[in-house]
């Protein structure tokens, strides 16, 4: 069985950071590209980021781009969102999502497994 969950959602202050882990089952990390994507109430699911499997390529959406970084550890089965500089509007739920791809899709209909998600509050 496949699961995802993810961690290291929480409160923080406009300007500061937050790190979000997502810990996979391990039944298809090593072969999956991972993805994070996130939904503010009122919103549709926003594309935030993902991973190849072989954790050297990237893609960020352009909400992301110059403050948040994606890795993953393939050995530990660990995918990890650093969030830097947040800002109120990045106020959401967080989900991570893989897919068996070889490419980063921005769809979330493209992705097959779904954590339940970490709630982010940015206060101004």
């Known amino acids: 069985q496949v699961w995802l969950v993810e961690s290291g959602g929480g409160w923080v202050q406009a300007g500061g950071s937050l790190r979000l882990s997502c810990a996979d089952s391990g039944r298809i990390f090593g072969r999956s590209t991972m993805g994070w994507f996130r939904q503010a109430p009122g919103k549709e699911r926003e594309f935030v980021g993902g991973?190849?499997?072989?954790?050297?390529?990237?893609n960020y959406g352009d909400s992301a781009k110059g403050r948040f970084t994606i890795s993953r550890n393939n050995a530990k089965n660990m995918m990890y969102l650093q969030m830097n500089d947040l800002q109120p509007e990045d106020t959401a739920v967080y989900y991570c999502?893989?897919?068996?791809?070889?490419?980063?899709?921005?769809?979330?209909?493209?992705?097959?497994?779904w954590g339940l998600g970490t709630q982010v509050t940015v206060s101004s």
């Open positions: 991973i190849a499997w072989s954790g050297g390529v990237t």
């Open positions: 999502a893989a897919g068996m791809i070889s490419y980063i899709p921005v769809r979330r209909d493209e992705y097959d497994y």
